[in-house]
T-cell receptor
Framework: KAGVTQTPRYLIKTRGQQVTLSCSPI?????VSWYQQTPGQGLQFLFE???????NKGNFPGRFSGRQFSNSRSEMNVSTLELGDSALYLC????????????????FGPGTRLTVL | DQQVKQNSPSLSVQEGRISILNCDYT??????FLWYKKYPAEGPTFLIS?????DKNEDGRFTVFLNKSAKHLSLHIVPSQPGDSAVYFC???????????FGDGTTLTVKP
């Protein structure tokens, strides 16, 4: 079974540009979450999509947005890039996330390393 | 307000000894906890989890302990092996909210 794939793996952009990152979850997984990892900041939750709907959102500005397609693939977009957006962006999928039920572990992709110059 | 804290950024242990990684949380709504392991240039991988209705879960060399009254969980690795050297993240989940909160991670180095 193929794992979570993220493209591209590395990206270099300049301030003010915008970027789109892509995530393909494990086949059959319907929940996709995005995280930002910066040195010393751990994994900061961006948002979570389930069945093409954003169910949860972290504390990030509106420049960060995302969407999920009918095949569960997800994209994340960052507009008007800032130097502080340089980070590893991780996508994670899980089979389903039933609120109040046992947690379904998340499977992470390798991440996209974004560098903003 | 950091709801999940891993106060030790790094830990170094000798091969064969016990590694103990700690995690503290503040939100009493968290009801499920997980540990992930991350190697460089890879995404985190799930290691072990524990529900808030338990106080211990064991899987081979890995044991997670949960102290709900102290809002503290720990991961024990016995015996530690050089291949265990990685960054370990604890994550706390409020299953009703459908959201996980991660700590900043602890870098474990196991010396041969």
């Amino acid at each position: 079974k193929a794992g979570v794939t993220q493209t591209p793996r590395y990206l270099i952009k300049t301030r003010g540009q915008q970027v789109t990152l892509s995530c393909s979850p494990i086949s059959g997984h319907r929940s996709v979450s995005w995280y930002q990892q910066t040195p010393g900041q751990g994994l900061q939750f961006l948002f979570e999509y389930f069945s093409e709907t954003q169910r949860n959102k972290g504390n990030f500005p509106g420049r960060f947005s995302g969407r999920q397609f009918s095949n569960s693939r997800s994209e994340m977009n960052v507009s008007t890039l800032e130097l502080g957006d340089s980070a590893l962006y991780l996508c994670a999928s899980s089979l389903v996330w039933d609120r109040g039920a046992s947690y379904n572990e998340q499977f992470f992709g390798p991440g996209t390393r974004l560098t903003v110059l | 307000d950091q709801q999940v804290k891993q106060n030790s950024p790094s830990l170094s242990v000798q091969e064969g000894r016990i590694s103990i990684l700690n995690c503290d949380y503040t939100n009493s709504m968290f009801d499920y906890f997980l540990w992930y392991k991350k190697y460089p240039a890879e995404g985190p991988t799930f290691l072990i989890s524990i529900s808030s209705i338990k106080d211990k879960n064991e899987d081979g060399r890995f044991t997670v302990f949960l102290n709900k009254s102290a809002k503290h969980l720990s991961l024990h690795i016995v015996p530690s092996q050089p291949g265990d050297s990685a960054v370990y993240f604890c994550a706390a989940t409020n299953t009703n909210a459908g959201k996980s909160t991660f700590g900043d991670g602890t870098t474990l180095t196991v010396k041969p």
